[in-house]
């Protein structure tokens, strides 16, 4: 495989020689034009850029088919190969690259059945299972029409006329493992100027180490609203140290911006966690909001790897706290932190945006974290206001293998 890509290298390269003379340079606008005519891709200039109609170099070429595979569902890293050179692109060299090195599209595969799915049956859309246990009970701040089977013949429909928090419980007549099935759906969610982490949860199961599995889908219960309002998930799994691994569809439903603290310590000390689905986030596309993924899988000890495009199309200005301590002291993580992983973002720093990110994530190996053109977070944020934006952010991170060129302030 790689003589083959050597080769196609080649070819461009000797093309862009003989033709330079005869071919016209190509600028940046002609790139992005040709790969939204020919494959309905739209690429984002890099926010460096001041002025589309300069001369295009082979750097710039790569990185924007890098970009283009992505969204294609593939993942190529041309841009940071040793054909990313400084050398003009003509049109030629353009073309030839976007016909050969873009791949076509991955066709989604339908989704196979999850562990639970059999109990879904209309009007049910999210579960749980608990080990042995005589009573269970749960939080919801939100309006709305609930159906509850606690798995022991009782079944309640409630109706919530406030959005301020509930507490559903049920005790049982002797102690059993049981499976508990939850539908309806939101109407109104919990809502102030100025939102903290004190806050109540849109639905929360914190401190439920009882819980052995979650199935189904919350966000078909509290989904984005109409007019855009987002449901919060502060602590909504956080301390269920018996959960090993989370729902393909737990958000399914929830798209849009991201709402401040949204997932807040979502799954904070999950400390048996082991596996994230992809597109766990997938439906997130938007401008960040501030704390919205504060510490969500802080203290996961036992996360086994991060899984590409996990918080969704995040892109635009960024928010101060945005990313505060993600993955703090996920120490079991290893392997590559995803190209591109925290969406295509502005050139714009707040405070504490990536403070403590990675802290304690020593099993990370290869690059640090890039942008989706491949520049590194240290070396592309340069305009702003704050402060500590990449503080220890790889602190313990030794395995990766820019460690030594990274800033000192973020290790």
């Not at 982490?197 to 180490?209: H, V």
């Amino acid at each position: 495989m790689r003589k083959i890509i050597l080769f196609i290298f080649a070819c461009i390269c000797s093309v862009s020689c003989w033709a330079v003379e005869y071919a016209p340079i190509a600028n940046l606008e002609y790139i992005h034009t040709a790969i939204a005519d020919k494959y309905d891709i739209t690429i984002q200039y890099n926010p460096a850029v001041t002025d589309i109609t300069s001369a295009a170099n082979m750097k710039y070429l790569l990185t924007a088919i890098d970009v283009a595979n992505t969204k294609q569902g593939q993942q190529t890293n041309y841009g940071t190969s040793e054909f990313a050179t400084e050398f003009a692109a003509n049109i030629i060299t353009v073309n030839t690259a976007i016909d050969t090195l873009i791949k076509p599209k991955q066709e989604e595969e339908p989704e196979a059945p999850e562990p639970g799915d059999e109990l879904l049956a209309p009007p049910y859309v999210f579960g749980l299972k608990t080990s042995a246990t005589n009573s269970f009970s749960f939080d919801i701040a939100a309006k709305g029409t609930y159906t509850i089977d606690w798995g022991d013949g009782n079944i309640e429909t409630k109706t919530q006329t406030s959005a301020y928090t509930n507490t559903y419980s049920h005790t049982y007549a002797d102690s059993q493992p049981r499976t508990i099935r939850i539908g309806g759906q939101a109407t109104e969610y919990y809502y102030k100027e100025t939102y903290t982490q004190y806050d109540p949860a849109t639905i929360s199961f914190a401190s439920r180490q009882n819980v052995t599995e979650y199935f189904g889908s919350l966000g078909k219960i509290f989904p984005t609203m109409p007019d855009g309002s987002q449901p919060r998930f502060i602590k909504t799994f956080y301390d269920n140290t018996s959960l090993t691994y989370v729902p393909k569809k737990l958000f399914s439903g929830i798209t849009g911006q991201p709402a401040s603290f949204m997932f807040y310590q979502t799954f904070y000390r999950c400390n048996n966690l082991e596996e994230l689905p992809i597109d766990l986030f997938g439906g997130l596309n938007g401008a960040p909001s501030t704390y919205m993924f504060y510490q969500t899988f802080a203290y996961c000890s036992k996360l086994k790897y991060i899984p590409e495009r996990l918080f969704g199309n995040i892109h635009g200005r960024p928010d101060s706290y945005m990313y505060y301590g993600t993955f703090a002291y996920c120490s079991g993580l290893t392997g590559e932190i995803p190209l591109g992983l925290f969406g295509n973002l502005d050139n714009y720093y707040r405070s504490y945006m990536f403070y403590q990110t990675f802290y304690n994530c020593s099993g990370l190996t290869g690059p640090s974290a890039r942008m989706p053109d491949g520049t590194y977070l240290y070396n592309y944020f340069t305009t702003g206001s704050g402060y500590y934006y990449l503080y220890y952010t790889y602190r313990g991170c030794t395995g990766l293998s820019d460690y030594s060129s990274i800033p000192s302030t973020a290790k």
